[in-house]
């Protein structure tokens, strides 16, 4: 209310106009790279490290990302983490066969060869074994191939042998056994309820048989998440599913999920109920390991406990189409590993109330190609009350863990049969299949010194040209990223990314940054065994003020192996950029003694003088250890050719803070009305943060400008406002030049 002035005097009032209107804030750093898990291609923030292992694993072993989030999450609040996935599929070479060992119509195993791209298989069909069932000679499984050495293996088909097939060959596909890469994809079919028994009757019918199969993705971009096969009422009849929220290979042995105190309805009204655990793929039925438990679920959709309200079905996922990430699903997420799909009819709850969960359709068989023989299929199956108290998929034979491994259902032929629980018994277990990080699983992931300089090889990813899948891939997640509207953040790193071997790649970051002109692109420049003539050069061409460059490589410790490991800089130097930020501004150099020291031990090669020097003339900012004060930046340089401000990363970052501060600022007058009072609302808007950064540092001196002059008739009738804004930027001191001068005794000083 207006005071009223009724007789004479003084009469102050306070205006406050020391406030700042709230702008967009962009720190925060965007990480690009390879996870364990989580969803691909779906920017996710996580404010620390536990959150971040939760979301994405915290594998360092075949990536850098995890120690590049933990070392920025030290002083930074948020990192927007990015997972890379292949974008190519899963595939093999049209001539690489499945090896099948077969006894009459029945295939007792299944191998595939070896991991090299180009190998074919050495073993013909018709190849016999010799002896007795339970070994085979060494001279008579050999793998052999194209551009690999030939391995010869002793095993046997009794899973009581110490050389059993499954241990001599082992079930992972990268795991290397002499000069090759065998994978035993099946094996014990030979015991069990139902299955085929091994006598020594068989000895002359075991055989080898080959099938050429290429498998490929029938999902666009080649990766895909593990589910579970659909839950039955009877065998007709489908009811639910669950997906795990994560995508690829790691998906398939991550969770199981069960189906616990099945009730059946009492009446035509009264729906049936049962609980959901999600449980660690590899506990016992004895001692169940529960993550998450979901208790009386029903299948009616006016319940609270309506199993996609309760559970939620709703996901992100790339959209090819409109190369966003879009939101599917009704329900909100309520678990933190999966989602529900439900049919039709269970969504619109035209399915009968009493039914309930009574098995699931057949988990799929990844054996393509052979003809006239026949898997056993019961063997993967327990309806054993006493021994499995949820019967279902068997946990307890860890050759059955071979169908969990990550081939696409568009690669599949046939099925095992479908289970249905045991009468009288009230729960059962589903296992999940299907997850593929959309790589070939035979390619080794390299990392470190092994990457390969080609750049066929970084993190299991081809990056060597613009058209290559993993090229392809971090283009996709960088599209992403551009959205200014959706995503922000001040930083950008592809840790491992190289610009001396994947330059397609670097080419594409350093385009998204100058896109959103809000964001430095820390680039790592080179191998990790470079020299400085090498660095110097592989900068030479860049010209960017979005984009910094740094060198050498650096010694941490490793936080999966607590090894000492050198990482290309990327790894640590967004950490240093986040705790220059916190304990002064984007405005200050995130370099020296005071700004700059690294979290490392050590560097690849240590700097002299001379080296520092040719580094900085060169536009690398060397990363220099010194006695006493440790591993520092000592240079703060953008990559820009041009000799102006915005050659130095200060003045480049306090550009970023000001034009995304003002822009946000400037956003609440958007659609007011173009006159003078709305013009000087908007100047002391800006003028209060631009006099605080003034006063901490970051400029000599600003004027804005929101006049008449600017805004004539004609812009105003283009429903323009044109301002301007001047600044005098800070420089930092990068070279001090002291004289020191010598007098003789007795002198007086001014």
């Known amino acids: 209310?207006?005071?009223?002035?009724?007789?004479?005097?003084?009469?102050?009032?306070?205006?406050?106009?020391?406030?700042?209107?709230?702008?967009?804030?962009?720190?925060?750093?965007?990480?690009?790279?390879?996870?364990?898990?989580?969803?691909?291609?779906?920017?996710?923030?996580?404010?620390?490290?536990?959150?971040?292992?939760?979301?994405?694993?915290?594998?360092?072993?075949?990536?850098?990302?995890?120690?590049?989030?933990?070392?920025?999450?030290?002083?930074?609040?948020?990192?927007?983490?990015?997972?890379?996935?292949?974008?190519?599929?899963?595939?093999?070479?049209?001539?690489?066969?499945?090896?099948?060992?077969?006894?009459?119509?029945?295939?007792?195993?299944?191998?595939?060869?070896?991991?090299?791209?180009?190998?074919?298989?050495?073993?013909?069909?018709?190849?016999?074994?010799?002896?007795t069932y339970s070994s085979f000679g060494a001279s008579i499984l050999a793998l052999t191939g194209s551009g690999t050495v030939s391995a010869s293996f002793s095993g046997s088909l009794n899973p009581n042998s110490t050389?059993?097939?499954?241990?001599?060959?082992?079930?992972?596909?990268?795991?290397?056994?002499?000069?090759?890469?065998?994978?035993?994809?099946?094996?014990?079919?030979?015991?069990?309820?139902?299955?085929?028994?091994?006598?020594?009757?068989?000895?002359?019918?075991?055989?080898?048989?080959?099938?050429?199969?290429?498998?490929?993705?029938?999902?666009?971009?080649?990766?895909?998440?593990?589910?579970?096969?659909?839950?039955?009422?009877?065998?007709?009849?489908?009811?639910?599913?669950?997906?795990?929220?994560?995508?690829?290979?790691?998906?398939?042995?991550?969770?199981?999920?069960?189906?616990?105190?099945?009730?059946?309805?009492?009446?035509?009204?009264?729906?049936?109920?049962?609980?959901?655990?999600?449980?660690?793929?590899?506990?016992?039925?004895?001692?169940?390991?529960?993550?998450?438990?979901?208790?009386?679920?029903?299948?009616?959709?006016?319940?609270?406990?309506?199993?996609?309200?309760?559970?939620?079905?709703?996901?992100?996922?790339?959209?090819?189409?409109?190369?966003?990430?879009?939101?599917?699903?009704?329900?909100?997420?309520?678990?933190?590993?999966?989602?529900?799909?439900?049919?039709?009819?269970?969504?619109?709850?035209?399915?009968?109330?009493?039914?309930?969960?009574?098995?699931?359709?057949?988990?799929?068989?990844?054996?393509?190609?052979?003809?006239?023989?026949?898997?056993?299929?019961?063997?993967?199956?327990?309806?054993?009350?006493?021994?499995?108290?949820?019967?279902?998929?068997?946990?307890?034979?860890?050759?059955?863990?071979?169908?969990?491994?990550?081939?696409?259902?568009?690669?599949?032929?046939?099925?095992?049969?479908?289970?249905?629980?045991?009468?009288?018994?009230?729960?059962?277990?589903?296992?999940?299949?299907?997850?593929?990080?959309?790589m070939n699983i035979t390619t080794i992931k390299k990392i470190g010194s092994s990457i390969a300089a080609d750049g066929t090889n970084v993190f299991g990813l081809n990056l060597s040209t613009s058209a290559t899948a993993g090229t392809l891939a971090y283009g996709k997640a960088l599209t992403i990223l551009t959205n200014t509207e959706e995503y922000m953040f001040d930083l950008i790193a592809l840790p491992g990314v190289i610009e001396q071997y994947h330059s397609a790649v670097t080419a594409l970051a350093q385009t998204a940054a100058e896109t959103r002109t809000d964001a430095v692109y820390i680039r790592d420049l080179t191998g990790v065994a470079a020299t400085v003539t090498t660095a110097v050069s592989t900068a030479a061409p860049l010209d960017s003020s979005y984009s910094a460059v740094y060198f050498p490589w650096v010694k941490v410790r490793d936080l999966g192996s607590s090894k000492d490991i050198f990482v290309p800089a990327s790894v640590v130097v967004p950490a240093v950029y986040a705790y220059s930020d916190k304990v002064s501004a984007e405005w200050f150099a995130p370099a020296g003694l005071n700004r700059g020291v690294v979290g490392a031990a050590d560097t690849y090669i240590r700097l002299s003088k001379s080296d520092r020097d040719t580094l900085y003339a060169g536009r690398v900012n060397p990363i220099a250890k010194f006695p006493n004060s440790g591993v520092v930046i000592w240079g703060q340089k953008t990559l820009q050719v041009k000799d102006t401000a915005l050659n130095r990363i200060n003045v480049r970052r306090l550009l970023i803070n000001l034009r995304t501060y003002i822009s946000g600022v400037a956003n609440n007058y958007v659609f007011e009305n173009n006159t003078t009072v709305t013009r000087n609302k908007l100047v002391n808007a800006i003028t209060p943060y631009m006099e605080n950064v003034q006063t901490r540092q970051g400029l000599y001196a600003f004027r804005v400008q929101l006049d008449d002059t600017l805004n004539t008739n004609d812009v105003i009738d283009r429903n323009q406002l044109v301002g301007k804004i001047y600044i005098s930027p800070a420089k930092g001191i990068e070279f001090i030049l002291l004289e020191f001068n010598v007098t003789a005794t007795g002198a007086t000083f001014q």
Not at 10 to 19: G, H, M, P
Not at 87 to 108: C, E, T
Not at 395 to 421: E, H, R
Request: hydrophobic letters at 35%.
């Open 163 to 438: 050389t059993y097939i499954s241990k001599v060959l082992g079930t992972d596909a990268i795991t290397q056994t002499g000069s090759v890469f065998p994978y035993l994809l099946f094996s014990n079919f030979i015991t069990g309820s139902g299955a085929l028994s091994v006598t020594s009757s068989m000895s002359s019918s075991l055989q080898f048989t080959a099938a050429n199969c290429i498998f490929t993705s029938s999902n666009a971009s080649g990766y895909d998440h593990a589910s579970t096969p659909w839950v039955l009422a009877d065998s007709n009849t489908r009811l639910f599913k669950f997906h795990h929220l994560s995508d690829g290979f790691a998906t398939n042995r991550d969770i199981k999920v069960s189906i616990s105190n099945i009730a059946s309805g009492s009446n035509a009204s009264t729906y049936s109920t049962f609980d959901v655990l999600v449980r660690q793929w590899n506990d016992t039925d004895r001692a169940p390991s529960i993550i998450e438990q979901y208790i009386g679920m029903t299948l009616d959709p006016n319940s609270a406990n309506f199993l996609p309200k309760a559970i939620g079905d709703k996901y992100l996922v790339y959209s090819e189409a409109t190369a966003r990430v879009v939101e599917n699903g009704d329900y909100a997420n309520n678990s933190n590993y999966i989602r529900v799909e439900t049919t039709d009819a269970v969504k619109n709850g035209s399915t009968h109330p009493l039914l309930v969960p009574n098995g699931y359709e057949a988990i799929y068989e990844t054996i393509a190609g052979f003809s006239g023989y026949t898997l056993p299929a019961s063997v993967t199956l327990s309806t054993s009350g006493s021994t499995f108290i949820y019967p279902g998929f068997d946990y307890s034979n860890p050759d059955n863990y071979n169908y969990l491994n990550p081939v696409p259902a568009s690669a599949v032929t046939g099925s095992n049969v479908n289970f249905t629980k045991p009468a009288g018994v009230s729960r059962f277990t589903l296992p999940m299949q299907g997850g593929t990080d959309g």
């Open 1 to 131: 209310m207006t005071e009223q002035i009724l007789s004479a005097g003084v009469y102050a009032t306070e205006n406050d106009q020391s406030f700042f209107t709230q702008g967009t804030s962009t720190t925060g750093l965007a990480v690009l790279g390879p996870t364990e898990k989580g969803a691909a291609f779906v920017p996710t923030d996580v404010t620390s490290f536990s959150q971040f292992t939760a979301k994405f694993g915290s594998d360092t072993s075949t990536s850098y990302t995890a120690q590049t989030v933990y070392n920025y999450l030290q002083s930074g609040t948020t990192a927007k983490v990015t997972r890379i996935l292949g974008n190519g599929g899963y595939q093999y070479n049209s001539n690489r066969q499945l090896i099948a060992i077969v006894s009459g119509s029945y295939i007792l195993s299944v191998l595939y060869p070896t991991q090299n791209a180009s190998a074919t298989v050495g073993l013909s069909s018709g190849s016999t074994f010799a002896g």
